[in-house]
């Protein structure tokens, strides 16, 4: 009977979860930086730009979460694209500041950022639009959306996209309950009032953008609300660049521009909104 309970535990467990040796390391790594360079009395803002900077030069990878039959925490630190690039520099830079740094910490920290409820569910649960990802994050005082603030103007989405194109994700494809539930998300994410600054306008707010800030860049792109994502990093200068996973093909890497500058370079981005990580508690 003990035997049979502990080969149901290690079926349950390798089911729930999808991780390397060379993921652990990683993150192991990461956990190592922090200590040599005692990134925890530091203002989290500054401990996600340090993170950040240690994934620089990594293959940018997309569609890294969509492995297995049901929905899995996959845990991929070889190659990131920019939503799981930013992510992990968030969910990281919790667990330094929370002085959990096991490998088990940060699986937990990473489905409680993850997922709707902090909990995985089915496909579903997990926050694909990443309107919803900065609504639901903000409730769990994961970060502030300080865009309204810094003089933001509103804008409201009109998501669609997964719905009307769920060809395009597998598991919609082979549950039509899934395009269902979407669908309830989609129409709340419409429902919803943002803020965003337009791009024309970043350069006038780019001094009350604080390094470590999390980006969110609006698109123009029917049926989507955000484009691209990254992280705010104050360079020398003074200047706010961009330090983000860009596109296939290329490497995570900061922007050569000043914020204002790569966004006016890209038609299809319209604004931003500025997300500000808040401390996490031990």
Request: with cysteine; net charge positive.
């Amino acid at each position: 009977m003990k035997t049979f309970i502990l080969l149901l535990f290690a079926f349950v467990f390798t089911h729930a979860q999808i991780a390397t040796e060379e993921d652990k390391q990683i993150c192991k790594s990461k956990f190592d930086l922090a200590v040599s360079d005692s990134l925890s009395s530091k203002p989290i803002g500054d401990v996600i730009t340090a993170i950040g900077k240690s994934f620089l030069g990594l293959n940018y990878e997309a569609f890294t979460l969509e492995k297995g039959e049901k929905e899995t925490l996959v845990v991929h630190l070889t190659g990131l694209d920019c939503t799981t690039f930013l992510e992990n520099c968030v969910v990281f830079s919790r667990c330094i500041k929370k002085g959990k740094t096991s490998f088990e910490d940060y699986t937990k920290e990473l489905e409680f950022v993850r997922y709707r409820d902090g909990k995985m569910g089915e496909y579903p649960s997990r926050l694909h639009y990443f309107s919803d990802w900065i609504f639901t994050n903000t409730k769990k005082n994961i970060v502030e959306d300080v865009t309204k603030s810094i003089g933001g103007e509103p804008i409201k989405f009109k998501v669609g996209y997964m719905t009307k194109h769920p060809e395009s994700y597998r598991q919609l494809k082979e549950n039509e309950k899934y395009i269902t539930i979407v669908a309830k998300q989609e129409k709340a994410i419409n429902s919803r009032t943002y803020f965003y600054v337009p791009k024309e306008k970043v350069d006038g707010i780019e001094s009350q953008i604080h390094n470590g800030d999390l980006i969110a860049i609006t698109t123009n792109l029917e049926g989507l609300d955000i484009g691209h994502v990254g992280v705010a990093l104050k360079m020398d200068d003074g200047r706010i660049h961009f330090m983000h996973a860009p596109l296939v093909g290329a490497k995570v890497q900061i922007s050569e521009l000043p914020l204002g500058g790569y966004l006016a370079k890209v038609k299809k981005h319209t604004g931003i909104i500025v997300l500000r990580p808040q401390e996490a508690k031990k």
